[in-house]
């Protein structure tokens, strides 16, 4: 009559979610992105190996929205240089690797991206302007000027 409890569910996960997004300053908003396209990742893989059609092309076409709307739209390249045109194409050819993972149901393309995010929120994760105080970042202060985070409130 209500509604399934799954809908509650995902309605409280939503909240959760937007709180969290409302709350985040805006390097973590850049986390959540990586997060958020491993996971669709991690999914696509999953739902490949089930044979569920549907769903792996839903989770592949998240993560390659997330890329390049979130993380690849995020970059500066006004500022960031030739760092932020590497980054530029490195996401483009993830984006176009998902694609080619979803076309052809091969789950060591999804490895594959799946390992070069993960490298590279690592990365970012180092140059976390929240993080202990005193201790140097391990990447270049470019990095964090070729990926600028404040550029989400302008897409």
Avoid: C
Avoid at 17 to 30: F, S
Avoid at 43 to 59: F, N, P
Avoid at 110 to 139: F, K, M, Y
């Amino acid at each position: 009559m209500f509604g399934t409890m799954k809908r509650g569910a995902n309605a409280y996960a939503n909240i959760g979610m937007e709180t969290g997004v409302l709350a985040a300053n805006p390097h973590k908003l850049i986390t959540m992105l990586f997060d958020g396209a491993l996971v669709a990742i991690a999914l696509g893989k999953k739902h490949m190996a089930d044979g569920d059609i549907r769903s792996k092309g839903k989770s592949i076409t998240h993560a390659i929205l997330i890329i390049d709307n979130g993380l690849r739209a995020s970059l500066n390249k006004d500022v960031g240089g030739e760092l932020a045109l590497n980054l530029d194409s490195l996401y483009e050819y993830m984006s176009r690797r998902l694609f080619q993972a979803n076309a052809t149901n091969d789950p060591a393309i999804l490895d594959e991206v799946h390992g070069l995010l993960t490298d590279i929120r690592s990365a970012w994760e180092q140059i976390n302007p929240n993080g202990t105080p005193g201790v140097a970042p391990q990447v270049p202060a470019a990095y964090e000027a070729a990926v600028s985070p404040t550029r989400l409130a302008k897409v």
